[in-house]
C-alpha cells in the first residue's frame, strides 16, 4: 500500500517550484516581451492575444516538459514585427532582453522572500550551508521550495541570454554586432543552436552556467543581508 512516507517531500517541493515558474513565471516572462514590444509600437503579440498573463496563451508542451524533468525550459515564444519599430534592431533588443530581466528581477524578490522565510546563507548552492530557523517544519520546506524558485529563475535568466538564436540573447549580440555579421548570425541560427543543445545535454555548458548562477545568487544574498538583522 502507498503512503505519503512513500514521498520524497524535497523532491515534492522541487516539482511544485518548477510548476510555479511553469504556470506563473513563464507567462510573465512572455508577457514583459510582448508588453515591451506594444510599448515600442509593435502590437504583433497584442492581436493575437499574447498581452496576456493567463498561462493558457504561453503554454509549450515541450518546453513546459524539459522543465519539470531537468529543470530548464521555454514557454511559446511571442512573435514580434520587427518593422513596426521606429529603430526595428534596437526594438528588436529590448523586447527581447524583457524577458530575461523579468527572471531576474523575480529571482531578487525570490531571494528576500527566501531571507524573509528563514534561509540566511548560501554558500555554492549547498542547501547544507543555509542556516534555518530549524531544520524541519513549514519554514524549512518553504524555505527549500523558495531556493529552488530562484535556482531556476536564475537558469532562465542565464540559458535565455546566451547570445545564441534564437535565444533572447542574440538579439543583444546582433544588434552591437556590423550589419552583415549580424546577418550571418541570423542565417546560421539552427547550426549554433544545436551545437548549443550539444554542449548544455553534454554538460560542457552547465558548468558555467551553473558558476554564473551560484555567483548572482550569492551576490543577491550579500546586498540582503541586512534583512535577518532588521528581522
Request: glycine letters at 8%; one cysteine or more.
Amino acid at each position: 500500500m502507498l503512503t505519503m512516507q512513500a514521498f520524497d517531500p524535497q523532491l515534492v517541493l522541487l516539482f511544485l517550484s518548477r510548476m510555479m515558474i511553469i504556470f506563473l513565471i513563464n507567462p510573465l516572462h512572455e508577457f514583459a516581451h510582448a508588453w515591451t514590444a506594444n510599448k515600442l509600437g509593435d502590437d504583433t503579440a497584442k492581436n493575437e492575444g499574447r498581452l496576456t498573463l493567463s498561462p493558457l496563451a504561453h503554454l509549450d508542451g515541450l518546453g513546459s516538459l524539459m522543465l519539470m524533468l531537468l529543470g530548464f525550459g521555454w514557454a511559446k515564444p511571442v512573435p514580434v514585427s520587427p518593422s513596426k519599430f521606429k529603430n526595428p534592431s534596437l526594438g528588436m533588443m529590448i523586447t527581447a532582453i524583457a524577458g530575461p530581466l523579468t527572471n531576474l528581477l523575480v529571482a531578487f524578490l525570490g531571494v528576500i522572500a527566501f531571507r524573509l522565510c528563514g534561509g540566511m546563507n548560501y554558500l555554492a548552492g549547498d542547501l547544507s550551508s543555509i542556516s534555518m530557523f530549524d531544520g524541519s517544519g513549514t519554514m524549512y520546506y518553504v524555505s527549500y521550495m523558495l531556493f529552488w524558485f530562484i535556482v531556476i529563475n536564475l537558469n532562465l535568466f542565464l540559458f535565455n541570454m546566451i547570445p545564441v538564436p534564437p535565444l533572447d540573447g542574440s538579439r543583444v549580440l546582433t544588434y552591437f554586432l556590423p550589419p552583415k555579421a549580424a546577418v550571418w548570425v541570423l542565417r546560421n541560427q539552427r547550426i549554433f543552436y544545436g551545437i548549443m543543445m550539444i554542449l548544455l545535454f553534454t554538460g560542457i555548458l552547465s558548468y558555467p552556467l551553473s558558476l554564473l548562477n551560484n555567483l548572482i545568487f550569492a551576490g543577491m544574498i550579500y546586498i540582503t543581508q541586512w534583512i535577518p538583522v532588521v528581522v
